[in-house]
């Protein structure tokens, strides 16, 4: 029997690429050997004193909430509760385009049947320690020079992958294979290509 291996991906919710790589690494968890944590990483914190474009620093002063009130909700409910959280964030982020983020959190709590005065920790330092932890650990082990997602497996880990649409079935668990086999090559960092599509959500 092969051994299952245990797996953690780091998500921003706010990351549509993120969204595309968690989507596929469902349907691996289902075809491949593999048990997966959820963990919270934050491209607000990744951004801190950058030279931003106004749009994405809007974006990043948005995205602050979400990240907030996952860990928030973790803290005091479970580390369980992530990955409902980001599932519910993410359908409204990404699928129906909501832009309000007050709006996000409160129907993403209210459909993981959470309490509603979580959502308070969305303007609030209180759990940044915590959030700023967990991000670090995804960047201890992938660099700074990245960005979300975070997958960790097998004693490497590695950014990525950037794909859309989500691969299915079998190609779902041949990127899978292919991601493991470079990111555990000595010496191996890098393989990349211009994007010439946005996301598909499809």
């Known amino acids: 029997m ?6 953690e991906f780091w998500f921003d919710p706010a990351c549509p690429w993120a969204w595309m790589s968690s989507r596929w690494l469902m349907e691996v968890e289902r075809i491949r050997d593999i048990d997966v944590t959820w963990s919270v990483m934050s491209l607000s914190v990744l951004n801190e004193g950058r030279d931003l474009p106004e749009p994405y620093r809007d ?4 995205s602050w909430g979400p ?5 928030a909700a ?10 409902p959280l980001y599932d ?6 990404h699928l129906e385009r909501v832009s309000d983020r007050a709006q996000v959190i409160a129907t993403a709590l209210e459909q993981v049947g959470l309490p509603a005065e979580l959502a308070e920790a969305a303007t609030t330092d209180a759990h940044d320690e915590a959030l700023r932890a967990s991000h670090a ?11 979300t997602p975070v997958i960790s497996v097998a004693g490497v880990a590695f950014f990525g992958p950037v794909v859309t649409p989500a691969p299915k079935g079998e190609a779902a668990g041949c990127l899978w294979d292919g991601c493991v ?13 211009t994007r010439d ?6």
């Open 137 to 147: 650990r995804a960047i201890g082990l992938v660099g700074d020079d990245v960005g």
């Open 74 to 83: 973790a803290a005091a409910h479970g580390d369980t509760v992530i990955k």
């Open 88 to 93: 519910a964030m993410g359908t409204q982020i």
């Open 197 to 202: 599509a946005d996301p598909i959500f499809d």
């Open 67 to 71: 990240v907030r009130v996952i860990i």
């Open 2 to 7: 092969t051994e299952r291996q245990s797996v």
């Open 181 to 193: 086999l470079v990111a555990s090559t000595p010496g191996f960092y890098e393989l990349k290509r």
């Open 59 to 62: 974006l990043m002063d948005r």
